[in-house]
C-alpha cells in the first residue's frame, strides 16, 4: 500500500505541476450545463453545441447532455446547427462559480435523426458515457477504468442473434464454454484478463441465468476490465472484470420496429419491439420487447428454441420522481454443447486436434436428451431527485434461474485401450436429471451526488447493498453411459435409455444460501478542470449457510476494498491520462481437517494497477483507448504434502496490453477494432500448475475487427456493405505437470455483410466464417465452433 501510494503521489505532484496556470480558471468562470432532446423527448446524443462569440464548444454524449466549463460571467447564445435542420438557438446567463441549466429540443424525431447523413458528428457505433460502470453518471474519458460498450446499432448491422456473437467485439475477451445450462453455473463463460467471467449483470444489478441471454432487449453490453470488487463486491464478478447488459428503456412517443431472421441450420428467429405513452401527458410510458427463435445445432444432432418477453413501464409521478418497472421472461430448451473433457490426473495420450482426430460433426447427443433453463427476473427503481446535487436511487432486484432436464458431458478414459485402435483416446459418458433452481434478490440504495466544495467539484455515490443467493436443487448423481471415440459414437443416447439408467440413482437434495451486506462510497474529486482523482472503498460482510449447510460450512468473512484512479485531459474532453489501482476479492471457506478442528481463512485478493490513455476526438468521430495493466493475486489456498496441510500462499499475476477504437472517419463508414495480449503465470502454488499459464486465461494474443461502409447520397443511397473477424492464438486448455499440454490451433475466421436501410425498411445478409474453418475454443475442454453459416434479416419501423 505505501508503494501505491507513492505511485499515485508522483502522478499527482507531476500533473499538478503541469497545470498550475489552470487552477485560476476555475476562480472566474461559471459552467453551462444542458441536455438535448428530439421532438418526442428522445436524448439526442452527438450533437454539437457551440457558445455563440467564443471558441467554446460541447458534444451531446449518449443521454444528450452536454457540459461546457470556464465561462466568463455574462449573457450568450447557444447555437445547435445542424444542416438540413432549423437552427435551434438558446439564451444563456452565466454567473461566477455557478451552473446555468439549459434545455434544447431538436425538431425532428429520433427515428428522422439517425437517417440524417450530414450530421458528422455521429459515430454510430460509440457509447460515450454510462450511469453503471461508476455507479454515477460519468463520461468514458473521465473514468479511470476500461470498458468497452457493445451497442445495438452494432448488433442489428452484424445480424446478432445470439449473446456470444456479440461479444467478438470486445478487445481482450475469448469464448471458453457456451451455455451448459446445468444449474447454478450454466450460463456461457468467457475469458477476460485471464480470469473466467459469466454474464452476470443486468443494468447494474446482480442477473444471473443458466442459460443463454436473448439480444432483444439490448441496449448495449458493457464490458468493464480489471477487478472491480469495490463497487460491485464479490458475488457475481471476476477478477477480470465483468459483464453488464444494459436493457431498453421506455421512451416519450409512439414507435417500434419488428423482425424476422432465417439463415442456416433452421434458424428462424421473430423479434417486435413496441414503444407507447400510456396517458395523454406522456407520464407512464410503456415498452416491450419479445422474441421467438428455433434454430437446429450444425453438428448431426442438437438445438435450441426459447420465448422471450420484457415489458417496461416508467411513471414520472413528480418532476423529481419517477418510478420505473423492468420485467423479463425467458423461456429456453437447449441440448448440450459437445464437450470433450480431458482426464487432469494422467498424461495425455494426444497433445493436439490433429493427433486426437476429432470429427466436429459429431454431437454426442440426441435431440431426446434436452434441458429446459427458463429465466424471470423483475426490477423496480426509484428515482429521487432531493435538490439540484443530490439525487436519491432506490432499486430492487429479483430473478429466479431454473434448470431441469438432462445434462451430459464426456470425460477422456486415459486406462481404456481400444482393442481395434490402441493408440485411439475413448471418452466416457456421464449423464444427469438436474432439477435446480436459483433465486437471487438484490437491494440497493444509492445517493449520487454532484456538487462543488468551495472551488472543487465532486461527484460522489454512497450506497449501501444487500444480496442474497438461494441455490435449491434435486439433482440425481452421475451415471455412466458407455463410451464414445473421437470419430464415433455408438452409444444409445434416448430418452427412455437415460431414464433407465438414472431410475436407481439417488438424488440429493440441497438448500445453501449466501448473503452480503455492503456498503461503499466513491467519490470523483476536479483538482483541477481538467484532473480529476477518483477514491473509492467497499466494506462487504458474507455470510455462507442454508438449509442443508453443514455446521463447518456456515462461516461469515468481512472484506475490505479500495480503488483509487487519476485522469488528466491535456486536451479537455478529447484525450485524456489515467491511472488505477482497483481491488477485487473472493471469501474463502473455511477447512474441516481430518482431526475435527476448523482452519479458516483470509478473503483471497487481487489488485490491479493500470495505465493508458482514452481519446475521443474529431467531435466524437473517434474514440479509443490504450492501456497497460498488471493483476496480482494473493493469499489463494494450497493443499500441501500431508492430508490436514493447507497454506494460504499461493500467487498469480495477469498483465497485458489492451487497445480499442471506434470511428467514424469519413461520411458512412464505421470501424469497430481492439486488440489484446495477455501473460498471465502462477508464481506460487502447487508444484502442478507452478509457472505455468492457468487453463481458464485462454489464448495470450486476441485481435477483432468490423468495418461498415453505408452509400449517403445518390441513387444507391442506402446500400452498404461491412466486413471483419476475429483472431486468437493458441489456446493451451490443458497444461498441467501431470497431464503435460494440450494445445488447441490459432484461427482467424471473417464475416461479411450486404445490406440495405431506409428510414422504415431494413434488410441485411451476412455470411459468417467466409472460410469455413473449423475451430476451437475450451478450458480444459474442447468444443468445436460453427462452420461457415448463412443469415438473413428483414425489418420494419413504425
Sequence with gaps: MKGLIRYIGCILAVLVSF????????????????IIKTSDNKPAPGVPVQLQGTKKYAISDDQGEFIIRNVNPGTYTIEVALTGYQTTTQSVIVEKDKTSNVSLQLTLSERNLSEVEVVAARNKFAKTASDYVAKLPLKNIENPQVYTSISAELMKEQVVSNYDDALKNTAGLAQLWTSTGRGTDGAGYFSLRGFAVQPTLVNGLPGLTNGNIDVANIDRIEVVKGPSGTLFGSSVISYGGLINTVTKQPYDGF????????????????????????????????????????????????????????????????????????????????????????????????????????????????????????????????????????????????????????????????????????????????????????????????????????????????????FARNGISGNTGYVANGYVTPVSDSTNNSRQHADMLLANSPITNSNLLQETYSAYISDVFNILPNLSAMASVRVDHFKNGGETASKEDKYSQTAVSPKFGLVYQPVQGVLSIFANYMNGFSNVAPIVLPNGSVQTFKPEQANQMEAGVKVNALNGKLTG?????????????????????????????????????????????????????????????????????????????????????????????????????????????????????????????????????????????????????????????????????????????F
Design 19 to 34: 497545470n498550475i496556470a489552470s487552477a485560476t480558471e476555475i476562480e472566474n468562470g461559471g459552467i453551462v450545463k444542458g
Design 625 to 797: 483507448s490504450l492501456s497497460y495493466y498488471d493483476i496480482k493475486v494473493k493469499n489463494t489456498v494450497l493443499a500441501g504434502a500431508t492430508i490436514n496441510d493447507y497454506t494460504q500462499g499461493a500467487k498469480r499475476y495477469s498483465k497485458g496490453i489492451e487497445g480499442e477504437i471506434v470511428a467514424n472517419p469519413i461520411e458512412g463508414l464505421n470501424i469497430v477494432a481492439g486488440y489484446a495480449y495477455n501473460d498471465s503465470k502462477l508464481t506460487k502454488g502447487g508444484a502442478d500448475y507452478e509457472n505455468r499459464r492457468p487453463e481458464e486465461a485462454g489464448p495470450a494474443n486476441l485481435a477483432n475487427l468490423w468495418a461498415s461502409y453505408r452509400i449517403s447520397h445518390g441513387a444507391l443511397k442506402g446500400f452498404g456493405v461491412g466486413f471483419g473477424g476475429n483472431y486468437a492464438s493458441e489456446n493451451k486448455i490443458l497444461n498441467r505437470l501431470t497431464t503435460g499440454v494440450f494445445t488447441l490451433p490459432s484461427y482467424t475466421v471473417f464475416n461479411g455483410s450486404i445490406f440495405y436501410n431506409t428510414k422504415k425498411f431494413g434488410i441485411t445478409a451476412k455470411l459468417n466464417n467466409i472460410g469455413n474453418k473449423y475451430y476451437y475454443t475450451g478450458w480444459s475442454t474442447i468444443e468445436a465452433q460453427m462452420p461457415r453459416s448463412f443469415s438473413a434479416m428483414v425489418s420494419y419501423k
Design 255 to 466: 414507435g417500434g420496429e419488428v423482425s424476422y431472421t432465417g439463415g442456416s441450420f433452421g434458424l428462424n428467429r421473430v423479434t417486435a419491439d413496441f414503444n407507447t405513452p400510456l396517458d395523454k401527458n406522456n407520464k407512464v410510458l410503456f415498452r416491450v420487447n419479445a422474441a421467438y427463435h428455433n434454430q437446429n445445432s450444425w453438428q448431426d444432432a442438437g438445438f435450441r428454441k426459447s420465448t422471450y418477453l420484457a415489458p417496461s413501464l416508467t411513471y414520472k409521478a413528480t418532476d423529481r420522481l419517477t418510478l420505473s418497472l423492468n420485467a423479463e421472461f425467458f423461456k429456453n430448451e437447449q441440448t448440450n454443447p459437445a464437450m470433450l473433457f480431458f482426464d487432469r490426473r494422467h498424461k495425455l495420450r494426444t497433445t493436439n486436434i490433429d493427433e486426437l482426430g476429432y470429427n466436429p460433426k459429431l454431437s454426442y447427443t440426441s435431440n431426446d436428451l434436452s434441458i429446459k433453463t427458463p429465466t424471470t427476473r423483475i426490477q423496480a427503481q426509484a428515482l429521487y431527485k432531493i435538490n439540484d446535487q443530490w439525487t436519491s436511487q432506490t432499486v430492487v432486484s429479483r430473478s429466479t434461474a431454473n434448470t431441469l432436464g438432462y445434462y451430459s458431458y464426456l470425460t477422456e478414459s486415459a486406462t481404456r485401450i481400444l482393442s481395434y485402435a490402441p493408440g485411439m483416446t475413448s471418452f466416457d459418458r456421464y449423464i444427469t436429471h438436474q432439477d435446480a433452481t436459483t433465486n437471487t434478490t438484490d437491494i440497493q440504495q444509492n445517493f449520487i451526488g454532484d456538487f462543488n466544495i468551495g472551488k472543487f467539484r465532486n461527484r460522489v455515490v454512497v450506497g449501501l447493498d444487500y
